[in-house]
């Protein structure tokens, strides 16, 4: 085990818990958790620490930390956070293993220097702090309820990481309702020290917990969390559900990539990186959960639908679509199966319409068929009550057939009816069987399953696969310090190209010209038809200012473009210092796209893949993931954009070169790995041709950190 899981086992395994500011008031925290701790039966020692003593609960209380006998593993501290500081030192000198500050008062309010004093002090004497302002930890591997949430907790195989102290309270019950068994739920709050990353850590090898869902408001090492994501997923099924989707992050005006990078697609893209379910709503989160703790793991893709109404199974087979479940399409073997159990005007094609007169006993023949052929790996089970097929005879049959096959495939099932399919629903998912009354939550189970299927059966590691580039680093950081030596934040177009000649990647011929006769020149060393493009440290969007002319044939339109583009950026910007007129080769139109990198503030350097040109903004076509990236990943990041069928080619077009994509996107992503001094990098356009005919690179923009 190591030192860091093992720093934090005493939270979840405590043999010995003090609770500091216990309370003899029945109305106080300290009295709850008190009184939870208890009624949890726990069968570790207790010591209730107050200053005036006497007995709180029956237990005697002890005046201070120094009166207990033996090693604290964790002490509550239910006190106000003026006196939080000084208990906090007393703890220290009681060589306490592990603080859980359940007290507010601290960085939710501002008082950050305070917050920070105290895990600077715990850290120089070997604790660590959970909180502050959290209502606890529930851990069933001791049987402890040390919150002040409710008493009653059902023990199982679910984790819970909730950053909101409320909403974990409200858990608390809502697992009840759902007959959802807990292996701990944690109170992250403010994450002054222990946060989720760490807690997974612990969890990924804890024998109790099958599924782990996290509720999170804010992240603040995203790089550290990714790391541990990657490495739980492949173990086990990690769901999240994420607040403040409507919320923008910062915008870096002077970068697409950044205007493009919303704080949300952010987080969303590289959870599924991760391997990770988000869930759009807590009740989604809550089946998903239960639903995969229960569930085997399958052991193909192929999943059959039955169903005695062919509208239920067209709206099911939908929702396979949305929620990518793989319907088995070999028809010749689903006939062979279900053939001598539909009627003729029924169908054996997926999904399987047993019709509206079918029996009870035609559903468990079929189900029974299903369940013996190996071909079928899961199976979505529908129905509509019928006179012939009321809930008197489906909710019980359900039941059975689910007890005795419920470890030999996934199964799940879907009922439409009256009052007394709905009441029987609500008692069967009482006693543990996965039935709905919407076929879409039926089915997103199954996609939440076939999600940690591919995370659990893929052998592939990303740090087995990083294709290792070499960065001239020399040449980067020369041009780095040219950069910052004139007090400059973005490189300038030939600097930008330098910096991906030292990746290995080749830009457009290009020259700068300081005056109208240089740009003829270099136009006629170059060949006609060229780009001009304005060289100036003070115009960034060059296009938007009349800085850009495109498609010149002669010396005549490179006299006048050069003249064009000077008066119009000396319009936008008089006192502009323009060091010329960059000269580029014209290329033949392809598909445009763009790639960018930048150091994101959460999950620190990411790539961004989409749609490109002048309409990148508009249509938002983009795609994010963390960087470190393998050739898989980068795939993955562009088949998520809407338009990858573009790639692929469209109306007679060939495929386009798609592996001359992946390769910039590793470098670009490299470079900013390996150099510490850029913030952003972006290529746009990047204009693709066809498969074997490679890229070319348009124009590059590229932004060091403020100075």
């Known amino acids: 085990m190591s030192n860091k899981i093992q720093d934090i086992k005493c939270l979840f395994e405590p043999r010995l818990v003090a609770v500091i500011g216990a309370s003899h008031n029945k109305n106080k ?125 059902n023990p199982g195989n679910v984790a819970i990481i909730t950053q909101s102290g409320a909403l974990g309270i409200a858990m608390f019950g809502k697992t009840k309702i759902e007959n959802i068994g807990l292996s701990c739920v944690v109170s992250v709050g403010n994450k002054s020290d222990i946060d989720e990353a760490d807690i997974l850590e612990y969890l990924v090898s804890d024998k109790n917990t099958k599924v782990i869902l996290m509720y999170i408001e804010g992240i603040k090492n995203g790089e550290k969390l990714v790391t541990i994501l990657k490495k739980t997923t492949k173990k086990k099924p990690v769901v999240v559900i994420k607040s403040g989707s409507s919320k923008r992050g910062a915008i870096a005006a002077a970068s697409h990539t950044g205007s493009l990078a919303g704080a949300d697609e952010i987080f969303s893209d590289i959870m599924k990186q991760c391997g990770v379910m988000r869930a759009e709503s807590i009740q989604e989160a809550l089946i998903w959960c239960k639903f995969l703790a229960n569930a085997p793991i399958p052991k193909g893709n192929n999943t059959i639908i039955i169903t005695n109404g062919g509208g239920l199974g067209v709206l099911s087979a939908d929702a396979c679509e949305k929620y990518n479940v793989t319907l088995y399409d070999n028809n010749q073997n689903i006939k062979k199966t279900f053939e001598s159990l539909v009627p003729n005007f029924g169908s054996v094609k997926n999904p399987i319409d047993l019709t509206g007169q079918t029996t009870i006993t035609g559903y468990e023949n079929a189900l029974n068929a299903t369940f013996k052929n190996k071909n079928i790996h899961s199976i979505i089970c529908l129905g509509c009550e019928t006179a012939v097929l009321g809930a008197d005879k489906f909710l019980p049959a359900i039941e059975k057939i689910y007890l005795e096959n419920k470890s030999a495939k996934p199964i799940v099932f879907s009922l439409l009816g009256g009052i007394e399919i709905e009441n029987g629903i609500r008692d069967l998912r009482g006693k543990g069987v996965p039935i709905f009354s919407d076929v879409c939550e039926a089915v997103s189970c199954f996609g939440a399953m076939y999600v940690n299927y591919q995370n659990v059966t893929s052998s592939i590691s990303i740090d087995d696969n990083i294709k290792k580039i070499e960065i001239d680093t020399s040449l980067t950081e020369g041009i780095i310090e040219k950069v910052k030596q004139d007090k400059r934040q973005f490189l300038l177009s030939y600097e930008a190209a ?53 498609d010149l044939e002669n010396k005549e339109e490179v006299i006048d473009a050069y003249q064009a583009i000077i008066h119009n950026c000396r319009e936008y910007m008089s006192d502009a210092i323009i060091e010329g007129v960059e000269i580029v080769e014209m290329v033949k139109p392809g598909t445009e796209i763009i790639i960018g990198a930048r150091r994101d503030k959460t999950f620190g350097p990411i790539v961004m893949f989409g749609l490109g040109g002048i309409y990148v903004e508009v249509m938002k076509d983009v795609s994010f993931r963390a960087l470190p990236l393998d050739n898989r990943e980068a795939m993955s990041m562009i088949k998520a954009i809407k338009s990858y069928p573009l790639l692929l080619g469209v109306r007679g077009e060939k495929k386009k070169d798609i592996n001359s994509i992946i390769d910039i996107i590793i470098k670009i992503g490299t470079i900013l790995q390996k150099c510490d001094s850029i913030s952003d990098i972006e290529i746009n356009p990047l204009v693709v041709y066809e498969q074997g005919e490679g890229v070319k690179i348009l124009d590059v923009r590229i932004l060091t950190f403020k100075l």
């Not at 529930?138 to 008493?151: C, E, L």
């Not at 005056?515 to 960034?540: F, H, L, Q, R, T």
Request: with cysteine; hydrophobic share 40%.
């Open 29 to 153: 925290i300290g009295y709850k958790i008190l009184e939870n701790i208890i009624c949890s039966g726990y069968a570790g020692k207790i010591y209730p620490v107050n200053p005036a003593g006497g007995e709180i609960l029956n237990i005697k209380a002890s005046k201070s930390l120094d009166d207990i006998n033996g090693n604290v593993d964790m002490a509550l501290i239910v006190i106000p956070a003026k006196y939080t500081f000084d208990i906090v030192k007393e703890c220290a000198k009681k060589k306490v293993k592990s603080l859980v500050i359940i007290t507010s008062g601290f960085s939710e309010i501002g008082n950050i220097e305070e917050e920070k004093e105290i895990v600077d002090y715990a850290h120089k004497h070997g604790m660590r702090v959970l909180g502050p302002n959290i209502f606890g930890i529930y851990s069933s591997m001791v049987s402890i309820n040390a919150t002040f949430g409710p008493k009653d907790v």
């Open 498 to 550: 330098g910096i991906m000649q030292a990746a290995g990647l080749n830009v457009l011929q290009s020259y700068v010209g300081h005056n109208m006769d240089e740009s003829v020149m270099y136009a006629e060393k170059i060949g006609y038809p060229v780009v001009m493009k304005v060289v100036s440290k003070d115009i960034v969007h060059k296009s938007d200012v009349g800085g850009v002319a495109l």
